[in-house]
């Protein structure tokens, strides 16, 4: 099993950096399962709220009255706060398997000697010469994200 799963890390197709193909893999498939997951467990009422927080928000950018200014972002508060209860169920659901998922990434990858699957030579704080194996999946599955949340219809 071992060593299947470091040669499907190392896999390099057509002259791709290794761990390139295995990680936009891992993250089209994680992000799908997530964006799954958020849409079976929020309630329909969640898309009502965060409607009305975006109606509200066009609503303030016109509104030069301080009292119907202050009225209006105590709603957005309330609505923020409903919003972020309704997430809640969900983001408790994924939160543990998604650390495991990022355990055994990080010791597979260790494990492969994937450092850096891109290099951009300039040595930059934080991300210095080049993004690993996390870099990618937040990249990836940002996009990943967009177009799961499009299929799905969430």
Same mark, same amino acid.
């Given at each position: ?9 190392? =896999?390099?197709?057509? %002259? ?13 498939? *994680?992000?799908? *399962? *997530?964006? @799954?997951?958020? &849409?079976?467990?929020?309630?329909? +009422? $969640? ?6 927080? +975006?109606?509200?928000? &066009? ?5 030069k009255d301080p009292a119907r200014m202050n ?13 972020? +209860? ?16 990022? !355990?055994?990434?990080?010791?597979? $990858? ?8 891109? $290099? @951009? !030579?300039?040595? *930059?704080?934080?991300?210095?010469? %080049?993004?690993? =194996?996390?870099?990618? $999946? ?11 949340? &499009?299929?799905?219809?969430?």
């Amino acid at each position: 099993m071992v060593s299947f799963i470091t040669a499907f890390i190392q =896999w390099a197709p057509i %002259g791709l950096p290794k761990g390139l193909v295995s990680i936009i893999i891992v993250s089209a498939i *994680l992000s799908f *399962l *997530l964006t @799954w997951v958020y &849409k079976l467990t929020i309630d329909k +009422k $969640y898309k009502e709220v965060t409607e009305r927080q +975006k109606e509200l928000n &066009k609503e303030i950018k016109t509104v030069k009255d301080p009292a119907r200014m202050n009225e209006l972002q105590s709603e957005i508060m309330k609505l923020s706060m409903q919003s972020f +209860k309704m997430s809640l169920k969900p983001m408790i659901i994924t939160f543990i398997p998604v650390i495991i998922i990022f !355990g055994l990434l990080r010791s597979w $990858y260790a494990a492969a000697e994937i450092g850096n699957i891109f $290099y @951009w !030579g300039a040595n *930059l704080p934080i991300v210095h010469d %080049g993004g690993g =194996w996390f870099f990618c $999946y937040i990249v990836f599955s940002f996009v990943f994200s967009l177009l799961a949340r &499009k299929i799905l219809k969430f």
